[in-house]
């Protein structure tokens, strides 16, 4: 069982920077790949990046490429999400994931405002 607790959301202007994090429970944080997916209102649950459990690959949603980087630091079973030169179009809920041989867990989520 993992459970993931999201932090580092809030409001920011354009241009902005934040970064977010996931705290995780568990022995087998390392193990795990981790995800960002994000949910704007009235849209479904989109992809934003992922990282390897060792930390050594990352992959990108398009829409972040070159503005978010995804981190983790397994000693304390953290990943970041920071995201830097912040849009509007970045507004939505971020949620943490970690998904692996069926087993898939999700955060509360953390609120990502930007505004114009």
């Known amino acids: 069982q993992v459970q993931l607790v999201e932090s580092g959301g809030g409001l920011v202007q354009a241009g902005g920077s934040l970064r977010l994090s996931c705290a995780a429970s568990g022995r087998t944080f390392s193990s795990y790949p981790m995800n960002w997916f994000r949910q704007a209102p009235g849209k479904e649950r989109e992809f934003v990046a992922t990282?390897?459990?060792?930390?050594?690959?990352?992959y990108y949603a398009d829409s972040v490429k070159g503005r978010f980087t995804i981190s983790r630091d397994n000693a304390k079973n953290t990943v970041y999400l920071q995201m830097n030169s912040l849009k509007p179009e970045d507004t939505a809920v971020y949620y943490c994931n970690a998904k692996k041989s069926g087993n898939d867990y999700w955060g509360q989520g953390t609120q990502v405002t930007v505004s114009s």
């Open positions: 990282i390897s459990g060792s930390g050594g690959l990352t």
